[in-house]
């Protein structure tokens, strides 16, 4: 079985089956609308078989838990963020949702996840414009007064206040309670680090969530609209909807969140900005609908289930799809080396091994899903 013939036969197998499932292709949502964009804004980071509702986007820009060296200087550590693109700052928001996201999802009550990466690029549009002004993630704000010494101080794509991180000035309000996430301590290094910075921004979300909840009892989508409005003023009251603040910050946000998530732009190098024409139509009447009935909850976050023993899981992530047949491929074609347990998984005929039999019947598996 092991001939040329045989692999060339389990390559294509694996590449129609791909085609056939449309997960070659980067989904049609992502073109709609972009006419006027470039080919290259349009391409996507991350693999686009990836089942990112499940998986996430999987970190494309490999970025660790700080976006340079924690021994950089100030300058150095601004320069890279510098370089960054409209692109780069979107997935480096991502890396941190999908690290949390099982307390992002309880805490926002929203279990679409391309939803939340279309909220949080929605609040760094509205504070840094994505970097696309071409300053990347260094954007810094109020220190005029000196490193700290304003509670506005701010810095990054979100523009997180010194107020998220430990051992700020202490007569600032604390935001010590979401001990899910690790509070970094105030210095130079993490402030100005991008991932540090986003990190401790989406920190931030999650303490005025509770805020709204515990000191204000509100419900639904204005726990989340109280969590943005209260990461730009420290509050996370409602105060009516007369306010034109909420018009011209959290409904802002939602608006150009929602535009992002229609328009098919939430993985390239395309951004918009505060007030932007061209989102218009998405401030128009309760741009929250779109959020849907969400229920935010401050329920213990509990760790994610044992992933069931599924026939053809050969990659060992909790689901079936064409990403398994590409694993079974590159094994079949000596590209990768699998464990006992992926072998279980991916005998389909349960003859004790993995051959071209099993991707056939993989196959016919995801078609029959499909």
């Known amino acids: 079985m092991n001939n040329s013939k045989t692999i060339k036969k389990a390559l294509c ?4 089956a791909a085609f056939s499932f449309g997960a070659l292709s980067i989904p049609a949502s992502q073109f709609i609308g972009v006419s006027d964009v470039s080919a290259e804004e349009m391409v996507i ?5 990836r089942d990112v509702q499940n998986e996430g986007v999987g970190n494309p820009f490999n970025y660790g838990e700080r976006n340079t060296p924690a021994d950089a200087s100030e300058e150095q550590i601004r320069a890279i963020n510098h370089k960054m693109t409209a692109q780069e700052v979107k997935y480096s928001l991502y890396k941190e949702i999908d690290e949390h996201w099982d307390l992002l999802r309880v805490r926002l009550g929203q279990d679409d996840r391309e939803m939340v990466y279309a909220l949080f690029i929605g609040l760094a549009t509205r504070e840094s414009t994505l970097g696309g002004n071409g300053d990347g993630s260094d954007i810094e704000t109020a220190q005029g ?16 206040a010194v107020t998220a991180f430990a051992d700020c000035n202490p007569t600032f309000m604390k935001e010590d309670d979401v001990p899910e996430m690790f509070q970094y301590t105030f210095n130079r290094s993490n402030f100005y680090d991008c991932i540090v910075s986003n990190h401790m921004g989406i920190r931030k979300i999650m303490h005025f969530i509770r805020s709204a909840v515990v000191d204000y009892d509100l419900k639904g989508y204005q726990i989340v609209r109280a969590a943005l409005k209260a990461f730009n003023t420290g509050w996370a009251n409602y105060t009516g909807e007369d306010d034109g603040y909420y018009k011209n910050y959290p409904d802002e946000i939602i608006a150009l969140a929602k535009w992002y ?18 989102v218009n139509s998405y401030r128009s009447g309760n741009a929250w609908d779109w959020w849907k009935d969400v229920t935010p909850s401050l329920d213990d976050i509990t760790e994610t289930p044992p992933q069931q023993d599924i026939k053809g899981d050969i990659d060992v992530n909790g689901v079936v799809n064409v990403k398994d047949a590409f694993t079974m491929i ?9 464990t006992d347990e992926q072998c279980t998984k991916g005998d389909m005929n349960d003859d004790q091994k993995i051959s071209i039999t099993d991707l056939i019947l993989l196959k016919e598996a995801l078609l029959k899903e499909d």
């Open 261 to 278: 998530y229609d328009n098919g732009h939430l993985y390239d190098n395309v951004f918009t900005w505060t007030n932007d024409p061209r």
């Open 145 to 160: 007064e000196g490193f700290g010494v304003s509670s506005a101080h701010a810095y990054g794509p979100m523009q997180t």
């Open 45 to 49: 980071a991350h693999d686009p078989s």
């Open 330 to 338: 590159e094994f079949l074609t000596g590209k990768q080396e699998i």
């Open 13 to 16: 197998l694996a590449v129609c």
